[in-house]
């Protein structure tokens, strides 16, 4: 069983900082990747942010130089500091992981709950 625990959302001022947080737990064999997904309201689910095991990083357009998504493998967590925020980075963020349980098991690909980033005054 791995279960992604997600933390730091909130209701901020635009241009203000919020930093997201998920920590993977359970049985990990490996994670190959984790990253961040939003969903608004009536939208479809986008992809925001990856980082590999490696260190790669990957951005969606919208928030290149706002966000930054950061990992740490020893503590199997993954961060998105978020700068500059915009109404339209309203949504709900959802982490996920693309863990191994075993050494001989496929990769699957786990969720968080989801945590509500509102952006208002």
């Known amino acids: 069983q791995v279960q992604l625990v997600e933390s730091g959302g909130g209701l901020v001022q635009p241009g203000g900082s919020l930093r997201l947080s998920c920590a993977a737990s359970?049985?990990?064999?490996?994670?190959?990747?984790m990253g961040w997904y939003r969903q608004a309201p009536g939208k479809q689910r986008e992809l925001v942010a990856g980082?590999?095991?490696?260190?790669?990083?990957s951005y969606a357009e919208s928030v290149k130089g706002r966000f930054t998504i950061s990992g740490d493998n020893a503590k199997n967590t993954v961060y998105l500091q978020m700068n500059s925020l915009k109404f339209e980075d309203t949504a709900v963020y959802y982490c996920?992981?693309?863990?191994?349980?075993?050494?001989?098991?496929?990769?699957?690909?786990?969720w968080g709950q989801g945590t509500q980033v509102t952006v208002s005054f």
């Open positions: 996920t992981a693309n863990i191994r349980t075993d050494s001989q098991s496929p990769t699957y690909r786990y």
């Open positions: 980082v590999t095991s490696g260190g790669s990083t």
């Open positions: 359970g049985s990990i064999f490996s994670i190959n990747s």
